[in-house]
């Protein structure tokens, strides 16, 4: 798969967010976006998801402008700012209730959750949860069904290194299986190591575009 970003800018009620970004993601890489809280990227990501519309420019997949259709992205999971589920019921509860939107099976759910380090605490409510423990049931979702596009906002944030570790051999091993994986965060180190492209957000606009070597130490 492929999306095309082409010279989108997006503005609310006259305030300039993003100014004429232009960028491609194609299937079986990583690509990673950085910049300080307020530089953009949520905003960036919510418009790959069709959450808002650009007020400049187009955004593509595969060719095709799913914004002026009205649909979502196809075959994509995200997870974007903090992850919000059913407070009084479990982990596995709320997965269990949107597995049925997408036909996903139990057994699909719990690899996701041991994927996550999160499957000895899936019968807790999600009014218990961590903020980790909350991260890592959202990053659980996205897993769960198999998307080819991953979007991640923050995701290692609160959660302990061990598991970030996991997560970051979890996340190269889904490009590997032609899938495209855009994460965003504010800590470079985060994803440095582990990422095919890096893009930098300052103040809206793409000031730098870096290619990484994985085998660079």
Do not use: W
Not at 72 to 78: D, Q, V
Not at 90 to 116: F, H, P, R, W
Not at 130 to 149: E, F, W
């Amino acid at each position: 798969m492929k999306i095309e970003v082409k010279n989108v800018s997006k503005s609310f009620k006259g305030v300039s967010i993003l100014s004429n970004i232009s960028m491609t993601f194609e299937s079986g890489k990583i690509y990673g976006l950085i910049g300080r809280n307020g530089s953009g990227k949520s905003v960036f990501l919510k418009l790959l998801c069709t959450f808002y519309e650009p007020s400049d420019g187009e955004i593509l997949y595969d060719g095709i402008n799913i914004i002026k259709m009205g649909k979502f992205p196809p075959y994509t999971r995200a997870l974007i700012e903090k992850p919000y589920f059913i407070a009084d019921l479990t982990g596995y509860e709320n997965l269990k209730l949107l597995a049925k939107l997408s036909l996903t099976d139990d057994e699909k759910i719990i690899e996701s959750l041991k994927k996550v380090n999160l499957c000895e605490d899936k019968d807790k409510k999600f009014s218990q949860y961590s903020l980790g423990m909350k991260q890592k049931l959202g990053i659980a979702q996205v897993l769960m069904d198999d998307p080819k596009i991953i979007i991640l906002d923050e995701p290692f944030n609160g959660i302990e290194e061990k598991t970030t570790e996991e997560l970051r051999q979890i996340f190269i091993d889904e490009a590997k299986k032609d899938k495209i994986v855009i994460i965003a965060t504010h800590i470079k180190d985060d994803i440095e190591k582990m990422v095919d492209i890096l893009y930098k957000f300052d103040d809206g606009k793409v000031s730098t575009i870096d290619t990484i070597d994985k085998n660079k130490d």
